[in-house]
């Protein structure tokens, strides 16, 4: 069922930045018609594959055949003339274009050299429909879209272009259970088209449910290709990793008993109309998830407890004690103790120039100086120990933490709120884009942070991660908790369920949350 | 259809500016002992073009998220090289001001691959060439001057009204808006240099020429400063190399550009926004005179303009509720 020659091919590639290889004479053959879905680690050098077949970095030796006559690619546009179109897993969009414009933009439709604005609303509406979008208005500025609708307008624009490859990378990581299978459908009729679609995920179940063969990648190689299916999910951990793989997730402790002391408590928060009286306690050494769909209100609620919104209404007790928080630099002070890991760790956790050393003791700059003057040795030796303690993969402490991993970065970003040693720990989907082996350090770095006595508030996307993590699991929905899941009531049944049973109420919100367990 | 919401958000800079200007405007008016006549609009009409000249270079710069501090001493270079040959007969006239309006060209142009290939930030770029263009300027003429055959009909003609009333100058400039700001602003480099301004690194990814959306914002940047200019020479028939009249257009361009709603961020805004945003500017001094304050006054009045302008523009952060969107 494959055609004689293939669409694309890649041989012998590779790539150096600096002293380290991205990639190692790496091969790579890609037909019409074909999911191909791409495995392996941050740092295997995924990333820098897909950067050289769009055309954002050259390789160093190597050659690539598209059509069986060779190319190369100075820059993203002549890829993309070529017919391979890439959706980053760093969003494309610009900001302050809107919709229809950010789907033409890299070939807006002219007549007498003006852009054709009704032909421009004809294309956008049309690539909206292929991906799935018919609910996003095409003159929308792109920056008040939530983060979901934008992957589904990256989407759109990359349809736009009429590719003969598409590369998705990291493409559904934003999205809802519901958009992913939406985008799926859209995926599977592409492949009817006869498209190549390349197709890069840390999420396992979603290559088992779409992909038709897979490449496995490690330390800048191709170590396996195979049809789908073809190997259990353990195999494939193992090649990705190249070590045996044990369970992700560690070993969950004994459900906390009820009448240990909350750390946190929280009773009846609201704000705006997205957070409708939220309560919920966190004792020490507990996990307590928050799922539901996304955003549903769980991004809020962390950022509420850590004083970024205002006109917050509610009760927060910390230690049994009212507290009010005006924002993070009260949050994490000695008698709170609180730590958020944003979602967004470019932007909201790293200095992305600035050193790794400066990006870890920023949060405890104070601690960390007398009258003002920063201990440069407390400093060092604080930074070695989270270095060590969360096994960050660096250079060294003065290079900037931009040139660091995904993984890696942040791990710093963790290690950062580590250091003001928090009893409180918030976390925003801290795993997503990340890698295998360093998802599984950070569950292991929970439940290290539990057991010595924090309680954490896990906001996840992903519903193994609730399972393999948490204690408790609030479901929330609209703003309001609809459901406790306590141990063994955490399922992907379960979870599922009461997300898509709330959301097919049609009773609305307003009314007293399901509260059980 | 929602269409028309949409519609307002995008140019809300620039009805803003608009409704500045028009308030400014008919305060004047009421206040003027003659009120409104050809007369009083077609000398008002002459101050604020100059400066929404200049505006709307800094406007086409500030959208890629540059800005252009020589855009005031283009204005003079050319200013002064126009009073030389801008003279003759009708066919040199002619090929004097082409000259003039090709020097604008070439100085925007040079600035615009010093930014682009030269690697440097547009504002240390633009200084640098500034002050070169300054200089070029001072060289030509040492003295204030201007030829003995200046094409004193051609000035005239651009500077007085027109049957009816209307001032030839506005006139002037709508046609200039029409042949340069709206086949920009719809041409792809033009939705390029608002891409680039909005997020170079998507635009980058995204296949956009920035390169030449850059260099057509500073080239364009300079042949409207370049027609600031030949006005200038047009109202005073002579060229001055003066160094305060060079600075204060460059600052009061980026005022204009800030009042018009155009982000200094880049990727937001109109050049129509900044031309509103340059009379709006010019008004206030006009304002002070029917008020019979002394003109001293009139830098601490601007400022304040410009002060509670920006402040109103930054109103809605009080409504913010969530204080990360303070940084957006």
């Known amino acids: ?517 | 259809m929602i269409d028309w919401r949409y519609r307002l958000a995008e140019h809300r800079g620039t009805l803003i500016a608009l409704a500045l200007f028009l308030v400014m405007f008919a305060i004047y008016v009421a206040n003027h002992p003659a009120g409104f006549t050809a007369n009083v609009v077609n000398t008002a009409a002459n101050k604020g073009v100059l400066l929404a000249l200049v505006a709307m270079a800094q406007t086409l710069v500030v959208l890629t998220a540059g800005i252009d501090l020589s855009v005031g001493s283009i204005f003079i270079l050319t200013n002064c090289l126009a009073s030389y040959i801008v003279a003759g007969s009708p066919m040199m006239v002619a090929l004097g001001v082409l000259g003039v309006l090709a020097t604008g060209i070439v100085c925007g142009a040079i600035n615009g691959l010093i930014v682009i290939y030269g690697r440097l930030q547009p504002i240390v770029a633009t200084i640098a060439t500034g002050a070169i263009y300054f200089g070029i300027a001072l060289w030509l003429r040492p003295f204030p001057g201007g030829a003995d055959d200046f094409s004193s009909d051609l000035a005239d003609a651009l500077t007085s009204q027109l049957p009816g009333g209307i001032p030839a100058s506005l006139v002037t400039l709508v046609v200039i808006v029409l042949v340069i700001w709206v086949p920009f602003s719809r041409s792809p480099v033009g939705r390029a240099a608002y891409a680039t301004g909005s997020s170079e690194v998507a635009a980058y990814m995204s296949g956009v020429p920035i390169k030449s959306a850059k260099f057509a914002a500073y080239t364009l940047a300079g042949l409207l400063a370049a027609i600031g200019g030949l006005f200038l020479t047009f109202f005073t028939y002579s060229g001055e190399a003066s160094a305060a009249n060079g600075a204060t257009y460059t600052l009061y361009s980026i005022a204009a550009v800030v009042l018009g709603g155009v982000s200094l961020f880049g990727g937001v805004g109109s050049a129509i926004g900044a031309i509103f945003g340059a009379f709006a500017f010019r008004t206030i001094g006009d304002l002070l005179f029917v008020f019979d304050l002394e003109p001293l006054w009139q830098p601490l009045f601007q400022g304040v303009v410009l002060l509670v302008a920006v402040s109103l523009g930054a109103a809605r952060l009080f409504q913010i509720r969530n204080r990360l969107d303070l940084f957006g």
Request: charged fraction near 25%; hydrophobic fraction near 45%; charge should be neutral.
């Open chain 1, 1 to 517: 069922m494959t055609d004689q020659v293939p669409l694309f091919r890649m041989e012998g590639v590779s790539k150096r930045y600096g002293g380290v290889r991205a990639l190692e004479k790496a091969d790579l053959v890609v037909h019409g018609g074909r999911v191909h879905a791409i495995l392996g680690e941050n740092g295997a050098g995924k990333s820098t594959l897909i950067k050289i077949m769009a055309g954002v970095v050259a390789p160093d030796e190597g050659r690539m055949l598209f059509r069986g006559s060779e190319v190369t690619f100075p820059d993203p546009a002549s890829a993309n003339a070529a017919g391979i179109v890439c959706i980053f897993q760093e969003l494309s969009l610009i900001p302050d274009l809107s919709v229809a414009d950010n789907i033409v933009i890299s070939n807006p439709p002219t007549t007498f050299g003006m852009i054709d604005r009704r032909a421009q609303r004809r294309i956008a509406e049309e690539a909206l429909a292929r991906a799935g979008g018919e609910d996003i208005h095409p003159m929308a500025p792109v920056k008040d879209l939530p983060l979901s609708r934008r992957q589904i307008v990256e989407i759109a624009k990359a349809l736009a272009r009429r590719p003969s490859i598409l590369i998705l990378d990291e493409a559904t990581s934003a999205l809802t259970a519901a958009d992913v299978s939406k985008v799926f459908d859209v995926l599977r009729r592409l492949r009817t088209e006869g498209l190549a679609l390349l197709y890069i995920s840390h999420r396992m179940h979603e290559i088992a449910e779409i992909a038709d063969e897979c490449t496995v990648f490690r330390n800048g190689r191709n170590v396996a290709t195979y049809a789908a299916g073809a190997k259990t999910d353990n195999e494939v951990v193992e090649l990705m990793i190249g070590r045996e793989y044990r369970s992700v997730f560690p070993d969950k402790p004994p459900v906390a008993p009820e009448d240990r002391k909350p750390v946190i408590e929280v009773r009846n928060l609201s704000w705006t109309d997205r957070l409708r009286g939220v309560s919920l306690v966190a004792r020490p050494g507990e996990v307590v998830g928050l799922g539901g769909l996304d955003g549903q209100g769980q991004r809020e609620l962390l950022l509420a407890l850590f004083g970024v919104l205002k006109g917050v209404s509610g009760e927060v007790l910390v230690d049994g004690e009212p507290v009010s928080i005006g924002g993070p630099s009260a949050a994490k002070s000695k008698r709170i103790g609180m730590a958020l890991i944003p979602e967004d760790r470019k932007t909201e956790g790293l200095m992305l120039p600035m050193s790794v050393r400066d990006n870890l003791s920023l949060a405890a700059l104070d601690r960390l100086s007398h009258f003002g003057v920063i201990d440069r040795a407390a400093e060092r030796s604080a930074v070695g120990e989270m270095i060590r303690l969360l096994d960050i993969r660096t250079a060294g402490t003065a290079i900037p933490v931009g040139a660091l991993s995904g993984g890696n970065q942040q791990k710093v970003v963790i290690a950062k709120w580590l250091m003001v040693t928090p009893r409180i720990i918030l976390l925003n989907d801290p795993t997503r884009g990340i890698d295998v082996g360093t998802k599984q350090e950070i569950y292991q770095l929970l439940r290290k942070l539990a057991d010595s006595g924090a309680a954490i508030l896990f906001y996840s996307t992903d519903y193994d991660e609730l399972i393999g993590c948490c204690d408790r699991v609030l479901v929330l929905y609209d703003g309001a908790i609809r459901r406790t899941l306590v141990g063994n009531e955490i399922t992907e049944r379960a979870l599922v369920a009461s997300a898509l049973n709330i959301a097919t109420n049609e009773e609305g919100p307003g009314l007293r949350p399901a509260v059980r367990g």
